[in-house]
């Protein structure tokens, strides 16, 4: 089982390297295709959110594999490897297992419990599965993944009441601005993380809030959300007016660039009064050089920290039960692997017995002659594969479910004995 994941999160780099590897939803299809490209890697998937980017790889090569996931990320991200290494993690075979499980479940997240990352991990999978970076092991692991994490979820309470980013960031603002209602508030982005702003914004009293976006479209389907709050849509090209009619302003879109920094922000920004800048993005939407001015805050996700502490011990019973659970699925994925040692004696003796119905079968139908054969041939061959199937049906059910690996090895050499299968097993790994 040689799954590897290569990756960096939150708890091992600050965003201004996370968002150097941060890979755009578009980007997707060209990392997977260059990744598949190296030597050494045989199945790969992508893991990128404003958090963490973890590359996920099935290895011929274990070490030479991981290494090769290191270049590549240094490269898309013009770090210098040495550099670069200092806030990676690399996790094999078991412990990449559980890790992408608690990863599913939010166990890894900022926010302890949230539930935006298992979107994430089916987007993920399914962008995989679309440009065809997995295969068997990361379809299977991926699926029991998810599976995991919905059944966390259902069987625990650790996301009940969990905060997200968003709201993460509306708290944060409550902290140095103490009243929302008089206040204008100005969101830059339309999708799930603004639509959550916007949500956490009214319930904190919010009364007024621009929502600026590129897409018209995709404003308008973010206000129907909201049809009783006094939403103002903004285009994109108006940003600025809104900006400097604001006293804070949340920014959560796909922008790989900056869209606020100090050349547009100099004409906007008031003297009267601090502008207050909310940025959960990654790559960030406001740019660093905003820090330097006068009458201006920038936040940005790792700036949540202190307000996710808070509810972070509350959460940590809920967290070991989940643990428990996670185990458990665990376990389940790893019979499954010792399982695959079975699949070249299946296919061997499988191939073995498929062959002498063939000749078996070619025999009986010249003895009945070639106007019985002409029609009947399907029948008599319906008839034979039914039989074998049935017949080496129940065998190869019990020999994949045999959870008792040195019995299941035992079982394996009995049946290449028997049926002199060693030549054929000899081949399969040459």
Same mark, same amino acid.
């Given at each position: 089982?040689?799954?590897?994941v290569?990756g960096?999160?939150?708890?091992?780099?600050?965003?201004?390297? %996370?968002?150097?590897?941060?890979i755009?939803?578009?980007?997707?299809?060209e990392?997977i295709i260059?990744?598949?490209?190296?030597?050494?890697?045989?199945?790969?998937?992508?893991i990128?959110?404003?958090?963490?980017l973890?590359?996920?790889?099935?290895?011929?090569?274990?070490?030479?594999?991981?290494?090769?996931?290191? #270049?590549?990320?240094s490269?898309?991200?013009?770090i210098?490897?040495?550099?670069l290494?200092r806030?990676l993690?690399?996790?094999?075979? @078991?412990?990449?297992?559980?890790? /992408?499980?608690?990863?599913a479940?939010? /166990?890894?997240?900022?926010?302890?419990g949230?539930?935006?990352?298992?979107?994430?991990?089916?987007? &993920?999978?399914?962008l =995989?599965?679309?440009?065809?970076?997995?295969?068997?092991?990361?379809?299977?692991?991926?699926?029991?993944?998810?599976?995991?994490?919905?059944?966390?979820?259902?069987?625990?309470?650790?996301g009940?009441?969990a905060?997200?980013?968003?709201?993460?960031?509306v708290?944060?603002?409550i902290?140095?601005?103490?009243?929302?209602?008089?206040?204008q508030v100005?969101?830059?982005?339309?999708?799930?993380?603004?639509?959550?702003?916007?949500?956490h914004?009214?319930?904190?009293?919010?009364?007024?809030?621009?929502?600026?976006?590129?897409?018209k479209?995709?404003?308008e389907?973010? =206000?129907?959300?909201?049809?009783?709050? #006094?939403?103002?849509?903004?285009?994109?090209?108006?940003?600025?007016t809104?900006?400097?009619?604001?006293h804070i302003?949340?920014?959560?879109?796909?922008?790989? #660039?900056?869209?606020l920094?100090?050349?547009?922000?100099?004409?906007?920004?008031?003297? @009267?009064?601090?502008?207050?800048?909310?940025?959960?993005s990654?790559?960030?939407n406001?740019? &660093?050089?905003v820090?330097?001015?006068?009458?201006?805050?920038?936040?940005?996700?790792?700036?949540?920290? =202190?307000?996710?502490a808070?509810?972070?011990?509350?959460?940590q019973?809920?967290?070991?039960? =989940?643990?428990?659970?996670?185990?458990e699925?665990?376990?389940?994925?790893?019979?499954?692997?010792?399982?695959l040692?079975?699949?070249?004696?299946?296919?061997?003796? %499988?191939?073995?017995?498929?062959?002498?119905?063939? #000749?078996?079968?070619?025999?009986? /139908?010249? %003895?009945?002659?070639?106007?019985?054969?002409?029609?009947?041939?399907?029948?008599?061959?319906?008839? &034979?594969?039914g039989?074998?199937n049935?017949?080496?049906?129940?065998?190869?059910?019990?020999?994949?479910?045999?959870?008792?690996?040195?019995?299941?090895q035992?079982?394996?050499?009995?049946?290449?004995?028997?049926?002199?299968?060693?030549?054929?097993?000899?081949?399969?790994?040459?």
């Amino acid at each position: 089982m040689n799954i590897a994941v290569v990756g960096l999160s939150h708890k091992t780099a600050p965003v201004e390297v %996370r968002e150097k590897l941060s890979i755009q939803e578009t980007k997707v299809e060209e990392a997977i295709i260059h990744l598949r490209s190296y030597p050494h890697i045989e199945e790969v998937a992508v893991i990128s959110t404003c958090n963490r980017l973890e590359v996920y790889a099935v290895l011929t090569d274990t070490e030479k594999g991981v290494i090769e996931i290191i #270049q590549f990320l240094s490269e898309t991200s013009h770090i210098p490897l040495g550099y670069l290494r200092r806030h990676l993690f690399i996790l094999l075979y @078991q412990d990449a297992v559980r890790h /992408l499980f608690r990863v599913a479940a939010g /166990l890894e997240s900022l926010v302890l419990g949230e539930g935006q990352i298992l979107a994430q991990v089916k987007t &993920t999978y399914k962008l =995989a599965q679309k440009y065809k970076g997995i295969g068997r092991l990361l379809d299977r692991l991926f699926k029991q993944a998810i599976t995991s994490g919905k059944r966390v979820r259902s069987q625990t309470n650790i996301g009940t009441g969990a905060v997200s980013i968003s709201s993460a960031a509306v708290e944060l603002s409550i902290t140095k601005i103490d009243n929302l209602t008089n206040r204008q508030v100005t969101v830059i982005g339309a999708g799930k993380m603004a639509r959550l702003l916007v949500k956490h914004l009214l319930a904190k009293g919010a009364a007024s809030i621009n929502v600026v976006n590129r897409s018209k479209l995709r404003a308008e389907e973010l =206000a129907q959300k909201f049809p009783t709050a #006094q939403l103002t849509l903004v285009p994109f090209e108006e940003m600025m007016t809104a900006v400097k009619n604001s006293h804070i302003i949340f920014t959560s879109t796909a922008a790989s #660039q900056p869209i606020l920094h100090r050349e547009n922000l100099q004409e906007v920004v008031s003297t @009267q009064e601090k502008l207050m800048l909310f940025d959960i993005s990654v790559p960030r939407n406001v740019a &660093t050089n905003v820090q330097e001015m006068d009458f201006v805050e920038v936040y940005n996700v790792d700036d949540l920290k =202190a307000v996710v502490a808070k509810n972070h011990s509350s959460r940590q019973r809920m967290a070991l039960e =989940a643990e428990k659970l996670l185990e458990e699925e665990l376990e389940t994925f790893e019979l499954w692997c010792h399982s695959l040692e079975a699949v070249p004696t299946i296919s061997c003796l %499988r191939t073995k017995i498929e062959g002498i119905r063939e #000749q078996e079968l070619e025999k009986a /139908l010249s %003895r009945l002659g070639v106007e019985f054969a002409e029609k009947h041939q399907e029948v008599v061959e319906a008839l &034979t594969r039914g039989i074998v199937n049935k017949i080496l049906h129940e065998p190869m059910v019990q020999l994949r479910a045999q959870q008792d690996i040195e019995a299941r090895q035992r079982c394996l050499q009995s049946l290449q004995m028997l049926f002199d299968l060693e030549i054929e097993i000899e081949k399969q790994f040459s």
